[in-house]
């Protein structure tokens, strides 16, 4: 199930550095007009010269763009970077990171298949399926994050799918990928690993044999805080029936996106050395403040994650969570309202700081046993380290601590 | 306020910071809060975003409507209804409902057992009632029809939804809310491909639903929200400035589409023409009791000659261009039999009424004479 190489211009690419990938990628060498940028096809449709024309392109004669819901050039362009950017064969892109696990699951999972997720998965995933796809009579179980022995336990003749983000979110627990992949390979089910907040340049998911690679590129990959977009990478042969029905429902994104989303990518390297330098200095400074409890961040020794992490991530990412000691949620609230820098946000991995409040901003309606269950403590602030200067988030978090 | 003043101004408030007559296009993905726990509008751009509610307020204005939601594509809006079923559940749909529609019927829907039938919808009813089964939530119906422009009478339709407690869904994308607003007949929901004549200029892909009940928009956004397939901002303000001249283009595409109709029925080359404002259309008086004045700017044609006279002809035009797709400024042609129908078996495309002499024309906003002038040289070369 891993990902072949059979593609020369991959190899060479993927060979070389991750700056160099991010530029050049994907991108045909003489473009269009001779642009050095490539253009934003906003085409609905595409003309055909002649019926032959149409008859060739039906019988696969001609490879070319028929109608926009089925693809478009900008398209294969980001796709092909953002596959090489995860050293894998192929890229499906989305509307947003949520239509592209429902469309992979869509794809991949029939009535009376099961899923397996490790419980600190994305929140709004693990609803889907157990909500949505158990109308369609797909099962869903829930083991406790990383541990390995109920996950095999759980695995039956009709297991199809083993799910978990890494690190995960708020609470940055690492997955083992190897140990995870194997797991799935020793039983014929395949894996999925949303790599949302480790990015292709901190966790390389498909090395570790990993089959399917989730980002909502709307975080680190775009970077910027101004578009929505989801991808699954993976091997061509198995992203072709993903591929197919993203044509039938049509949750493809957009082509200005396309190129956002290009020209996002072009600085990947260099935001998420910043994200990453930010977040660990950030986690340092609020690990010895005396006001904080408790920091998750895989990059600190404390963190129980941190030998895994230390052996299989380049960095260790922009998000840090952190507790804050004897307070109450009003208390939190007010570290959260003084900050001056990170501005309050759902959403992660721009290069504007964000902050929020888990209880008060994603899990507000849950009932309370509820956030007990998932931990999420109402002195729980969660912060997603932007590109500022790292002196300046760390003076503005020092003031607001002070308060 | 009349249908181009709504288009204009509903939704379009001008911007209170600066006065700009056209409120700003917003891009951002998440939005700033003044507040820890204080919700406000806009939380994260897949829940919701300005640009894009101002395109559903103005889109669920003019269709009769109270809430609308946009979508990346038509598809996209029709696998969110389609995903408000369950296990179990039944759909009933019009035999000629667009190729993608059926393809999500029956090659993925049915994988998580859910049923379809697949039912005469234009004229006569009693197919369609007797396709009804306890398990029947849902009835699809599309009108007119793609590509012999049936015509299917949404308000009888939407009586024996009522009477059997379904959902009655309409894709309404040929007849666009300038000329048939289906909830006023009583629809329950109608689907848009915006990529047609809302956005009118080819340039973007987009979807819509828009209902005039709160729950149900409720349960649509639930699953919109869940699944993430939502319209970006820029399309959705293409979408927003496509629904200004939204009435302009359609009754003027319908006008030039009729004198199209009018001048093929009189071509000898030509064996019969399919156009729903013509008095010996079927669907005729429906039409003309369901559509606003106009009949719309689709119709399709037989050219006497069959499949290779067909071919000649969609390759002959100057003008029209050859292109699966409709309801934009460039007029375009395509031969069912070959492209968009192409995945039918010939015989089951032939008992629908799908000649292979047929050929589908979506009028333009070119002039009705350079039109004309274009299809008579294309049928001379074409049957040479």
């Known amino acids: 199930m891993g990902n072949m190489k059979t593609n020369d211009r991959t190899a060479n690419e993927t060979a070389r550095g991750i700056s160099t990938t991010c530029v050049h990628a994907g991108e045909e060498r003489q473009k269009e007009a001779s642009s050095i940028t490539d253009p934003i096809f906003c085409a609905s449709t595409y003309t055909f010269a002649n019926t032959a024309a149409v008859i060739e392109f039906i019988e696969k004669k001609l490879p070319r763009e028929e109608y926009g819901r089925y693809g478009n050039p900008g398209e294969k362009v980001v796709e092909r970077k953002l596959a090489a950017l995860d050293g894998a064969e192929a890229a499906v892109l989305y509307s947003s990171g949520m239509a592209a696990v429902a469309g992979l699951l869509l794809a991949k999972l029939n009535s009376g298949d099961e899923v397996i997720f490790f419980d600190e998965c994305y929140h709004r995933t693990r609803e889907f399926c157990s909500k949505h796809m158990a109308r369609f009579g797909v099962v869903t179980h829930q083991v406790p994050a990383g541990d390995y022995d ?118 990947f390297e260099l935001r998420m050395q910043r994200h990453n330098a930010n977040g660990q200095a950030v986690a340092e400074f609020l690990h010895e403040h005396p006001r904080i409890e408790k920091v998750y ?30 307070a109450d949620w009003r208390a939190t609230a007010d570290v959260v309202d003084r900050v001056q820098i990170p501005r309050i946000a759902p959403s992660l991995g721009g290069v504007e700081s964000l902050i929020e409040q888990p209880l008060v901003m994603s899990y507000y309606e849950m009932p309370v046993e509820d956030r007990k269950r998932f931990g999420i403590p109402d002195n729980m602030i969660r912060l997603s380290c932007g590109i500022e200067n790292t002196e300046d988030l760390v003076a503005d978090l020092k003031q607001a601590l002070q308060g | 306020m009349k249908f181009r003043t709504r288009a204009i101004h509903v939704g379009n408030e001008p911007d209170p910071a600066t006065g700009a007559v056209v409120p700003p296009l917003h891009l951002a993905s998440t939005f700033v809060q ?86 005469r919808t234009d004229g006569d009813l009693s197919e369609l009632k007797a396709a009804i089964t306890p398990r029947t939530r849902l009835l699809w119906i599309e009108t007119p029809g793609n590509p012999l422009m049936s015509i299917t009478d949404i308000a009888a339709c939407a009586e024996v939804a009522r009477q059997h407690r379904l959902l009655l869904a309409v894709d309404s994308t040929f007849a666009t809310p300038a000329l048939t607003r289906p909830l006023e007949l009583g629809a329950d929901i109608v689907m848009h491909s915006a990529t047609k004549y809302i956005g009118g200029h080819s340039d973007l892909l987009g979807g819509a639903l828009v209902v005039q009940d709160k729950a149900l928009y409720d349960k649509l ?164």
């Open chain 1, 150 to 267: 109920a996950m095999e336990a759980a695995i039956n003749k009709n297991t199809r799918l083993l799910v978990s983000e890494s690190p995960t979110n708020p609470h940055l627990s690492v997955v083992d990928l190897e140990r995870f992949a194997g797991l799935g390979r020793k039983h014929g089910v395949e894996t999925l690993i949303d790599a949302t907040l480790g990015t292709p340049y901190n966790v390389q998911p498909i090395g570790a044999g990993v089959d399917y690679v989730l980002h909502s590129a709307t975080k680190y990959l775009g970077g910027h805080n101004d578009l929505l977009a989801g991808v699954i990478v993976g091997s061509e042969e198995q992203l072709a029936p993903v591929r197919k029905l993203r044509g039938i429902t049509g949750a493809v994104n957009s082509p200005h996106n396309f190129y956002l989303l290009e020209r996002g990518l072009k600085t």
């Open chain 2, 34 to 119: 003044a507040k820890a726990g204080v919700p406000q509008e806009y939380d994260y751009a897949r829940s919701g975003s300005p640009t894009r509610k101002s395109f559903e307020t103005t889109l669920a204005n003019l269709e009769g409507g109270t809430h609308a939601l946009a979508f990346a594509t038509g598809m996209a809006a029709t696998t969110c209804v389609t995903m408000m079923l369950s296990s179990g559940d039944h759909i009933v749909a019009g035999r000629d409902i667009y190729g993608g529609t059926y393809r999500l019927l029956h090659n993925v829907m049915n994988r998580f057992g859910i049923g379809v039938t697949l039912v």
């Open chain 1, 297 to 326: 961040y895989p990059g600190l020794p404390s963190h129980p994650y941190h030998e895994i992490a230390s052996r299989t991530m380049r960095g260790f990412g922009g998000l840090v969570t952190f507790l804050i000691k004897d």
């Open chain 2, 221 to 384: 956004y639930y699953i919109q929200n869940a699944t993430g397939p939502v319209m970006g901002p820029l399309e959705s303000y293409l979408c927003t400035r496509g629904l200004k001249t939204l009435e302009l283009r359609v009754r003027e595409q319908s006008r030039v589409a009729a004198q199209l109709a009018d001048w093929l029925s009189d071509n000898p080359r030509v064996a019969r023409v399919n156009y729903p404002g013509r008095a010996g259309h079927p669907g005729h008086s429906i039409a003309a009791r369901q559509m606003d004045g106009a009949f719309g700017a689709m119709l399709s044609f037989e050219i006497k000659g069959g499949y290779e006279a067909a071919q000649r002809l969609v390759e002959s035009t100057k003008l029209f261009a050859l292109a699966v797709s409709l309801g934009a400024v460039e007029s375009l042609i395509e031969q069912p039999a070959s492209m968009s129908h192409a995945s039918y078996q010939r015989e089951d495309r032939l008992a629908v009424g799908i000649s292979d002499g047929l050929i589908r024309v979506s009028v333009g906003l070119e002039d009705f004479e350079d039109l004309r002038d274009d299809l008579d040289q294309a049928l001379v070369s074409a049957l040479k």
